[in-house]
């Protein structure tokens, strides 16, 4: 505790300038009255003034007492060292230039305690070389010591070896007023403790993280189990280039202040394999807390990530991401409960996979715009499975415009809106839509305008225009990470297992994993590309199209443009009158009246008036034909029968006992686990829902095993069924679809094979869409068509 408190005092005083002038002042200021002046070359080092603690080696100087030191000079081979224990030390840069061939250039031994200053107006380099082997970093700094960076001069940190300033454990490093540039082949800024930044400008490039705080836990002899592992930043201006993490805390991230320009493994159009490192922007292993600040990211991977918790109550967020914009693995919070609007965030996302992820998210408010190619808003977990009555999504307040190209707001639970003003498009092909949810949608109050699945309860009033789907029609799940709960043993109703065909195993490996396409962003610059083809609106609604709700007087209550297709219209405010009539207006022309209601827990269908040639025919009972129990699987869909043939050979199950959800996705490891029952193999047990299935997979040769929670694109499922089928010979002609040069190396063999027998057809009838993810119909599909080839 000691240390710690002595290291905030002296960065306190740094950021107040209330070091002794002897330590701040420019080079004239130095006498040896006020400190000792050190010099360096390449030969030696010579001191002079009033402290004596020191002690020197040639170029190597040892320092033993507390005192102010100022180094100045030029040595290519040279050190300075705090001795362990040693406090009340300043270090003074005054135009210092230092290598040190096979050690640190500046270290603090254990307990020490130090401030390091750049000189005003002076210009400084330390340095370790390549081939140093002694010590990890340019800068080191030893366990339970403190550093305080500070000063208005320039440092520059080369970490050539590895990493540029390095603490250990129980050490804290804080950064205040200076000029930092920090070049590191592996890790820029790292304490294991606490890493503190209250302000300067730092410039860091890194061949591992930036910035980062992670005690060394897995070390067999001597794990660190007392470090906290924590970031904390309140101001200064951080320009962070990383391969891996921008900012990483296995602790706490706190943000406070600071204005951030992030760029994590050259941004979000970088594909990634199985294997790549993490490269989030901000990343924290417990939780992650944004208060403030002026945050940009550009990352191959989580703009913001967090191992529990994510709470975003002010700042400006600009993210663009190959993965998720914000993702939580417990609670994602924005805004503050009972906040002013001048308080709340802003948090603009224009690219990503999901926009916002979390196992309950909920918004207080904020100014929020998504653009995502899945889901906008996601309430998932892979640690829970595809259904846990955790999930919510929890509206209360805020603007929330998003742009998804699959859901837009997708929980595997519930939703309640109390307030707030949401404006959500979908992809609306197939199942997926804008509102999407397998629970109980529960609206009492705010501004609502998408389509897809109703409210089914709540006290205020909506209306529906259009196709809209049944509660508990759309289950959705979390990427396809679920645990299984959408299959059971094989076996059919008199115990009788489907016949699998002849195996041939093989070594080949699945290719690499290639994100879907991601969006040109936000609500200026059009819609993401979503996994599915958009289906004809029967609205007329296109992208472009002006959609107006005006009440039964003609007066407008709300207008939009949308952003593609979209099957039904669902609008709520506290306009709204239940009982009251609402007509919807594409481009000026009514398309349908609706009658306002509210949300019921039985609601199945839409009061709506609809045009002619508007879908499904409903039948005497005034509800349409499906299959079995499941609302969402029609008997005239084209899934229809593989969904019968999936389920009654107990191959794949429903999400619910009224839904198949036949848009959402299928991860790798639920066909491996699918295909493992085919085969009459148990999948009972293990340590995770997927494992027996895996581990058949690897054995027979059929996948390696790789990426289980990934979603599987419609490739992967074709080059696990040719290896299935023991590679057989047989190619088809792909020249017909234009982005067949698309299908990766791996699969080209399966996909042909594939295609000419039926298994794989396209997307269209000019494109394969080969690495597009695919849904459990199309899975269900392509076994059927599978198993009616090989039995």
């Given at each position: 505790?000691?240390?710690?408190?002595?290291?905030?005092?002296?960065?306190?005083?740094?950021?107040?300038?209330?070091?002794?002038?002897?330590?701040?002042?420019?080079?004239?200021?130095?006498?040896?009255?006020?400190?000792?002046?050190?010099?360096?070359?390449?030969?030696?080092?010579?001191?002079?003034?009033?402290?004596?603690?020191?002690?020197?080696?040639?170029?190597?100087?040892?320092?033993?007492?507390?005192?102010?030191?100022?180094?100045?000079?030029?040595?290519?081979?040279?050190?300075?060292?705090?001795?362990?224990?040693?406090?009340?030390?300043?270090?003074?840069?005054?135009?210092?230039?230092?290598?040190?061939?096979?050690?640190?250039?500046?270290?603090?031994?254990?307990?020490?305690?130090?401030?390091?200053?750049?000189?005003?107006?002076?210009?400084?380099?330390?340095?370790?070389?390549?081939?140093?082997?002694?010590?990890?970093?340019?800068?080191?700094?030893?366990?339970?010591?403190?550093?305080?960076?500070?000063?208005?001069?320039?440092?520059?940190?080369?970490?050539?070896?590895?990493?540029?300033?390095?603490?250990?454990?129980?050490?804290?490093?804080?950064?205040?007023?200076?000029?930092?540039?920090?070049?590191?082949?592996?890790?820029?800024?790292?304490?294991?403790?606490?890493?503190?930044?209250?302000?300067?400008?730092?410039?860091?490039?890194?061949?591992?993280?930036?910035?980062?705080?992670?005690?060394?836990?897995?070390?067999?002899?001597?794990?660190?189990?007392?470090?906290?592992?924590?970031?904390?930043?309140?101001?200064?201006?951080?320009?962070?280039?990383?391969?891996?993490?921008?900012?990483?805390?296995?602790?706490?991230?706190?943000?406070?202040?600071?204005?951030?320009?992030?760029?994590?493994?050259?941004?979000?159009?970088?594909?990634?394999?199985?294997?790549?490192?993490?490269?989030?922007?901000?990343?924290?292993?417990?939780?992650?807390?944004?208060?403030?600040?002026?945050?940009?990211?550009?990352?191959?991977?989580?703009?913001?990530?967090?191992?529990?918790?994510?709470?975003?109550?002010?700042?400006?967020?600009?993210?663009?991401?190959?993965?998720?914009?914000?993702?939580?693995?417990?609670?994602?919070?924005?805004?503050?409960?009972?906040?002013?609007?001048?308080?709340?965030?802003?948090?603009?996302?224009?690219?990503?996979?999901?926009?916002?992820?979390?196992?309950?998210?909920?918004?207080?408010?904020?100014?929020?715009?998504?653009?995502?190619?899945?889901?906008?808003?996601?309430?998932?977990?892979?640690?829970?499975?595809?259904?846990?009555?955790?999930?919510?999504?929890?509206?209360?307040?805020?603007?929330?415009?998003?742009?998804?190209?699959?859901?837009?707001?997708?929980?595997?639970?519930?939703?309640?809106?109390?307030?707030?003003?949401?404006?959500?498009?979908?992809?609306?092909?197939?199942?997926?839509?804008?509102?999407?949810?397998?629970?109980?949608?529960?609206?009492?109050?705010?501004?609502?305008?998408?389509?897809?699945?109703?409210?089914?309860?709540?006290?205020?009033?909506?209306?529906?225009?259009?196709?809209?789907?049944?509660?508990?029609?759309?289950?959705?799940?979390?990427?396809?990470?679920?645990?299984?709960?959408?299959?059971?043993?094989?076996?059919?109703?008199?115990?009788?297992?489907?016949?699998?065909?002849?195996?041939?195993?093989?070594?080949?490996?699945?290719?690499?994993?290639?994100?879907?396409?991601?969006?040109?962003?936000?609500?200026?610059?059009?819609?993401?590309?979503?996994?599915?083809?958009?289906?004809?609106?029967?609205?007329?609604?296109?992208?472009?199209?002006?959609?107006?709700?005006?009440?039964?007087?003609?007066?407008?209550?709300?207008?939009?443009?949308?952003?593609?297709?979209?099957?039904?219209?669902?609008?709520?405010?506290?306009?709204?009158?239940?009982?009251?009539?609402?007509?919807?207006?594409?481009?000026?022309?009514?398309?349908?009246?609706?009658?306002?209601?509210?949300?019921?827990?039985?609601?199945?269908?839409?009061?709506?008036?609809?045009?002619?040639g508007q879908g499904g025919q409903p039948n005497q009972n005034g509800s349409q034909a499906t299959v079995g129990s499941f609302k969402d699987v029609p008997q005239n869909s084209w899934f229809a029968s593989a969904v019968q043939y999936v389920t009654s050979n107990s191959l794949m199950n429903g999400t619910s006992t009224t839904a198949f959800s036949p848009s959402a996705t299928m991860s790798r490891g639920m066909l491996m686990t699918v295909l493992a029952r085919y085969a009459g193999e148990s999948t009972e047990g293990g340590t995770v829902w997927y494992e027996k299935g895996m581990n058949w997979a690897k054995n027979k040769g059929i996948s390696d095993g790789s990426a289980p929670n990934r979603n599987i694109t419609r490739e992967q499922l074709a080059a696990m069924l040719y290896r299935y089928a023991g590679e057989p010979d047989g190619a088809a002609d792909l020249s017909?679809?234009?982005?067949?040069?698309?299908?990766?190396?791996?699969?080209?063999?399966?996909?042909?094979?594939?295609?000419?027998?039926?298994?794989?057809?396209?997307?269209?009838?000019?494109?394969?869409?080969?690495?597009?993810?695919?849904?459990?119909?199309?899975?269900?599909?392509?076994?059927?068509?599978?198993?009616?080839?090989?039995?």
């Open positions: 505790m000691k240390k710690k408190l002595l290291a905030a005092l002296l960065a306190s005083a740094l950021a107040a300038g209330m070091l002794p002038t002897s330590a701040c002042a420019a080079s004239s200021s130095y006498t040896t009255a006020t400190a000792t002046l050190v010099t360096l070359t390449d030969s030696s080092a010579t001191a002079k003034g009033k402290y004596t603690g020191y002690e020197i080696d040639g170029t190597d100087v040892s320092i033993t007492a507390a005192g102010t030191y100022v180094f100045s000079g030029d040595c290519d081979n040279g050190s300075i060292t705090v001795k362990k224990g040693v406090t009340g030390v300043t270090i003074v840069l005054n135009g210092l230039t230092l290598t040190n061939d096979d050690s640190a250039a500046i270290t603090l031994n254990k307990t020490a305690e130090a401030s390091l200053i750049a000189a005003a107006g002076t210009t400084n380099t330390v340095a370790d070389t390549e081939g140093s082997s002694d010590e990890n970093a340019a800068v080191k700094v030893k366990s339970g010591a403190a550093l305080a960076i500070g000063g208005t001069g320039a440092l520059t940190v080369d970490g050539n070896a590895k990493n540029g300033i390095k603490g250990a454990a129980d050490a804290v490093i804080t950064v205040a007023e200076v000029k930092l540039n920090i070049n590191a082949a592996d890790d820029g800024l790292s304490c294991d403790d606490e890493l503190n930044i209250t302000g300067g400008t730092l410039s860091i490039t890194a061949g591992g993280d930036a910035v980062k705080a992670s005690p060394d836990t897995g070390d067999t002899e001597n794990p660190d189990t007392t470090s906290l592992g924590n970031v904390t930043i309140s101001g200064g201006t951080l320009t962070l280039n990383a391969i891996e993490d921008g900012i990483q805390a296995d602790g706490d991230l706190t943000i406070s202040g600071g204005t951030f320009d992030v760029t994590a493994n050259g941004g979000h159009t970088t594909a990634l394999t199985d294997d790549s490192a993490s490269c989030k922007g901000f990343k924290a292993g417990k939780t992650l807390t944004v208060t403030g600040g002026t945050l940009t990211v550009d990352s191959a991977d989580d703009a913001l990530h967090a191992g529990t918790d994510v709470t975003i109550s002010g700042g400006t967020l600009t993210l663009a991401t190959g993965d998720d914009g914000v993702h939580a693995n417990n609670d994602l919070v924005i805004g503050t409960k009972g906040a002013s609007s001048t308080s709340t965030p802003r948090i603009n996302i224009t690219a990503s996979y999901e926009g916002l992820e979390g196992t309950t998210v909920t918004v207080y408010g904020g100014d929020i715009d998504v653009a995502a190619s899945d889901d906008g808003v996601n309430a998932a977990s892979s640690t829970l499975g595809e259904r846990s009555d955790k999930y919510a999504i929890n509206i209360a307040g805020g603007d929330l415009y998003i742009d998804a190209g699959s859901d837009g707001l997708d929980s595997n639970n519930d939703i309640s809106m109390t307030g707030g003003k949401v404006e959500v498009y979908g992809a609306d092909a197939l199942m997926d839509a804008a509102i999407d949810y397998d629970g109980t949608f529960t609206l009492s109050g705010g501004t609502l305008f998408g389509a897809g699945m109703e409210p089914s309860a709540g006290t205020q009033a909506y209306i529906a225009v259009g196709e809209t789907s049944p509660s508990g029609g759309m289950g959705g799940g979390p990427n396809g990470q679920g645990g299984g709960q959408g299959m059971t043993p094989p076996g059919d109703a008199n115990g009788n297992r489907p016949t699998p065909p002849n195996f041939s195993g093989n070594t080949s490996t699945d290719g690499t994993f290639t994100p879907p396409t991601k969006p040109s962003g936000g609500k200026a610059n059009g819609k993401p590309s979503g996994n599915l083809p958009n289906r004809e609106s029967a609205l007329g609604i296109k992208e472009g199209s002006v959609i107006t709700v005006q009440d039964s007087s003609g007066k407008t209550l709300c207008t939009a443009t949308a952003l593609g297709s979209m099957s039904s219209v669902i609008f709520s405010s506290a306009d709204i009158k239940e009982g009251e009539t609402y007509t919807v207006l594409v481009d000026g022309t009514s398309v349908g009246t609706a009658e306002a209601k509210l949300g019921t827990a039985d609601s199945s269908s839409s009061m709506s008036t609809f045009k002619p017909a679809y234009a982005d067949a040069g698309s299908v990766s190396a791996y699969a080209e063999k399966a996909v042909q094979w594939c295609v000419k027998n039926g298994i794989l057809t396209g997307k269209t009838s000019s494109t394969l869409a080969p690495k597009a993810t695919a849904t459990r119909a199309e899975c269900a599909a392509m076994l059927q068509r599978f198993a009616s080839l090989t039995t």
